[in-house]
């Protein structure tokens, strides 16, 4: 049985800083593609960031330099370091695994306040 299971959201001031994780179980992180994406009240779901299984990563252009993501092949996890956090960062954001069948995690909350 795969999961994704996302932690780190919260609320956070303009300007801050947020770090995500996502533990995934019963697929291996370092043979898929895996992705953050998020979803703000009345928009479409939108990938943020992807890193493939070769470790090469991209971003949507709204948060370039200032979000990062990684992958700890020993943990089995995929984070994603969001700095410099503004309003439009505000979503659920979720934890996906390109595989076949994909998966999802069940999202968690980011608030940015200004």
């Known amino acids: 049985q795969v999961q994704l299971v996302e932690s780190g959201g919260g609320l956070v001031q303009a300007g801050g800083s947020l770090r995500l994780s996502c533990a995934a179980s019963?697929?291996?992180?370092?043979?898929?593609?895996m992705g953050w994406y998020r979803q703000a009240p009345g928009k479409q779901r939108e990938l943020v960031a992807h890193?493939?299984?070769?470790?090469?990563?991209s971003y949507t252009k709204s948060v370039k330099g200032r979000f990062t993501i990684s992958r700890d092949n020993a943990k089995n996890t995929v984070d994603l370091q969001m700095n410099s956090l503004n309003a439009e960062d505000t979503a659920v954001y979720y934890c996906?695994?390109?595989?076949?069948?994909?998966?999802w995690g069940q999202g968690t909350q980011v608030t940015v306040s200004t």
């Open positions: 890193i493939s299984s070769v470790g090469a990563t």
């Open positions: 996906h695994a390109l595989s076949r069948p994909d998966y």
């Open positions: 019963g697929i291996i992180v370092v043979l898929n593609g």
